[in-house]
């Protein structure tokens, strides 16, 4: 890919880790309760109450989330839009490192959190399409762990 491309790629990515972050997580609750607040979401980020107000207020000048004072927050279309490519980013990754690199499920999920935010999108597609081609093959597959498990001890 070239620079100008990789250029036009970063700029398309119109959200930070953190407002991604906050997405997913409204996202995440809206699926269990079907409800959430600002003290919902101050409590799955780990953050106050205040620094989950401003960054729900940050996702409402975004276009990203709708929320009347004291009361419940939603995504908009777009902000449910971006939930699922998070969502599906995540897997992608997970399943990278889960079922390529061969390493714990728990750490696969840790990892494939931090990772989505910051990696490129071209990156994740080609970690996607690497992950199905040897996933796909289970000859080489088998060379892939086999390979691992002698050049790194077994995971």
Same mark, same amino acid.
């Given at each position: 890919? !070239?620079?100008? *491309?990789? /250029?036009?790629?970063?700029? #398309?990515?119109?959200? =930070?880790? @953190? %407002?991604?972050?906050? +997405? &997913?997580?409204?996202?995440?609750?809206?699926?269990?309760?079907?409800?959430?607040?600002? !003290?919902?979401? *101050?409590? /799955?980020?780990?953050?106050? #109450?205040?620094?989950? =107000?401003? @960054? %729900?207020?940050?996702? +409402? &000048?975004?276009?990203?989330?709708?929320?009347?004072?004291?009361?419940?927050?939603?995504?908009?279309?777009?902000?449910? /839009?971006?939930?699922?490519?998070?969502?599906?980013?995540?897997?992608?990754?997970?399943?990278?490192? &889960?079922?390529?690199?061969?390493?714990?499920?728990?750490?696969?999920?840790?990892?494939?959190?931090?990772?989505?935010?910051?990696?490129?999108?071209?990156?994740?597609?080609?970690?996607?399409?690497?992950?199905?081609?040897?996933?796909?093959?289970?000859?080489?597959?088998?060379?892939?762990?086999?390979?691992?498990?002698?050049?790194?001890?077994?995971?």
């Amino acid at each position: 890919m !070239s620079h100008e *491309a990789e /250029a036009e790629n970063r700029k #398309r990515r119109k959200t =930070s880790p @953190s %407002v991604e972050q906050y +997405v &997913e997580s409204i996202a995440q609750l809206l699926k269990q309760d079907r409800v959430t607040n600002v !003290s919902d979401i *101050a409590d /799955a980020c780990g953050v106050s #109450r205040p620094a989950a =107000s401003r @960054s %729900v207020r940050e996702l +409402v &000048e975004k276009g990203l989330a709708e929320h009347k004072a004291y009361g419940y927050v939603t995504l908009t279309p777009e902000g449910q /839009a971006l939930a699922e490519r998070l969502f599906a980013r995540h897997e992608i990754l997970r399943r990278f490192i &889960e079922e390529v690199l061969q390493f714990d499920s728990d750490f696969a999920d840790l990892e494939a959190c931090r990772l989505e935010h910051v990696l490129e999108d071209t990156l994740v597609n080609r970690i996607e399409k690497l992950s199905g081609f040897l996933l796909d093959s289970p000859a080489l597959s088998a060379r892939w762990r086999k390979a691992l498990k002698k050049g790194l001890g077994n995971p």
